[in-house]
């Protein structure tokens, strides 16, 4: 089942709970089939957007620690990518990424 078949059918079911039609069209495994995808559709998007979210989390942490002038010699460098690591990581584990990615 497409994307845009499974939100159609799950339009219809609301509409038809809100009783704004009178039958019941869908058969509760196409429901079923229907919000399994749309499911899965909203957490690869939510696993994109908190991605992103981490990068940028990661930047910024990086520059309020003071290392936004540049690095002066290569452990910096290292401390400073360590710093992100660790950010990113606790970031995944707070949203349960770190089974997921």
């Not at 609301?14 to 069209?25: N, S, T, V």
């Not at 990068?55 to 401390?79: I, P, T």
Request: proline share 1%; hydrophobic share 35%; glycine share 4%.
């Amino acid at each position: 089942m497409e994307l845009n078949t499974a939100i159609e059918i799950l339009d219809y079911h609301q509409d038809w709970r809100l009783g704004k039609r009178e039958d019941m069209i869908h058969e509760p495994k196409k429901l079923t089939e229907a919000l399994d995808i749309v499911l899965s559709e909203v957490k690869k998007l939510h696993i994109h957007n908190v991605s992103n979210c981490i990068s940028d989390a990661g930047l910024k942490e990086l520059y309020r620690k003071g290392y936004n002038d540049g690095f002066n010699n290569k452990a910096d460098e290292v401390l400073a990518s360590d710093l992100i690591d660790k950010r990113i990581n606790r970031v995944k584990k707070n949203y349960g990424m770190d089974r997921v990615l």
